[in-house]
T-cell receptor, first 111, second 114 residues
Framework: RKEVEQDPGPFNVPEGATVAFNCTYS??????FFWYRQDCRKEPKLLMS???SGNEDGRFTAQLNRASQYISLLIRDSKLSDSATYLC????????????FGAGTTVTVRA | EAQVTQNPRYLITVTGKKLTVTCSQN?????MSWYRQDPGLGLRQIYY???????DKGDVPEGYKVSRKEKRNFPLILESPSPNQTSLYFC?????????????FGSGTRLTVV
């Protein structure tokens, strides 16, 4: 079983829609969780960290569910510029240096 | 500007010819890491370094070497490249206190081994 798994999508949504997707992780001792955005094979860029209590950054909301071992990302009021691949990243238990990534969820926002 | 710089951006080489991909960061970060990205497999960690002279294997270290002689530099060495090392490579760094800030990535090196 992979450390971190994501639904690859693609999620095709109209502008203004809400889209949400999850990422599951296998190591119950993981402590750090992140969402990255990657455009067309460019470098991943940190979108947001995911905190235990959940957190919001503008139109983006991230949640952590430790019991079921998944994190989620919700994008409200989707913009064309939100079209990208979203990668989740999870550290490997107490090893802070080892960050494992999911293969990514592709989101396409259409006009 | 705070950044991670990789060179070269693109490289085509032949099987068996040793090569080095350089990585440098100007943020005084302790942690540095190399990843490769392949379609359908996502980012996989090759090696990581916790500080100068301290490195450890990631998930796919075979065929690669690294060194960390200076804090800012973390080169990736392919002693004898093979076609299965054709991939997109990313270097990344993170500060000691940056647990909740994740890694900052370089722009990537697209390597083709023929």
């Amino acid at each position: 079983r992979k450390e971190v798994e994501q639904d690859p999508g693609p999620f095709n949504v109209p502008e203004g829609a809400t889209v949400a997707f999850n990422c599951t992780y296998s190591n119950s001792a993981s402590q750090s969780f992140f969402w990255y955005r990657q455009d067309c094979r460019k470098e991943p860029k940190l979108l947001m960290s995911v905190y235990s209590s959940g957190n919001e950054d503008g139109r983006f909301t991230a949640q952590l569910n430790r019991a079921s071992q998944y994190i989620s990302l919700l994008i409200r009021d989707s913009k064309l510029s939100d079209s990208a691949t979203y990668l989740c990243a999870v550290n490997e238990g107490w090893n802070d240096y080892k960050l494992s990534f999911g293969a990514g969820t592709t989101v396409t926002v259409r006009a | 500007e705070a950044q991670v710089t990789q060179n070269p951006r693109y490289l085509i080489t032949v099987t068996g010819k040793k090569l080095t991909v350089t990585c440098s960061q100007n943020m005084n970060h302790e942690y540095m890491s190399w990843y490769r990205q392949d379609p359908g497999l996502g980012l996989r960690q090759i090696y990581y370094s916790m500080n100068v002279e301290v490195t450890d294997k990631g998930d796919v270290p075979e065929g690669y070497k690294v060194s960390r002689k200076e804090k800012r530099n973390f080169p990736l060495i392919l002693e004898s490249p093979s076609p299965n090392q054709t991939s997109l490579y990313f270097c990344a760094s993170r500060g000691l206190q940056g647990r909740n800030y994740g890694y900052t990535f370089g722009s990537g090196t697209r390597l083709t081994v023929v």
